[in-house]
């Protein structure tokens, strides 16, 4: 059983920048591959990136060149680094983990609770 705490969301200016959190406890860390999602009011939860076990990341076409993903094996816990956050990025962000590399929610089976990242405009 693995357990995910997201942290780091808040709100910001458009333009500005944020680090979202995951720390992950209750398993292996080095064997799950993670990803980020993220859930506006009244619209479906949105695939924004994730790592691999390896490090390799992919991020969605949405967040492409703004988002980086890394992970640090050692304190367990995957960063989401967002660069000119738009009011569009405004949503609920949650980590997941998992045994597969994927973008598709129902690959994950561990979730956190989510952090709100609010972009002003």
């Known amino acids: 059983q693995v357990q995910l705490v997201e942290s780091g969301g808040e709100l910001v200016q458009a333009g500005g920048t944020l680090r979202l959190s995951c720390v992950a406890s209750?398993?292996?860390?080095?064997?799950?591959?993670v990803g980020w999602f993220r859930q506006a009011p009244g619209k479906e939860r949105e695939f924004v990136g994730s790592?691999?076990?390896?490090?390799?990341?992919y991020l969605g076409n949405t967040v492409k060149g703004r988002f980086t993903i890394s992970r640090d094996n050692a304190k367990n816990t995957v960063y989401l680094q967002m660069n000119d956050l738009k009011a569009e990025d405004t949503a609920v962000y949650y980590c997941?983990?998992?045994?597969?590399?994927?973008?598709?929610?129902?690959?994950?089976?561990?979730w956190g609770q989510g952090t709100q990242v609010t972009v002003s405009s």
């Open positions: 997941a983990a998992g045994p597969t590399f994927a973008f598709t929610p129902r690959t994950y089976r561990y």
């Open positions: 209750g398993g292996t860390f080095s064997q799950i591959a």
């Open positions: 790592i691999s076990q390896n490090s390799g990341t």
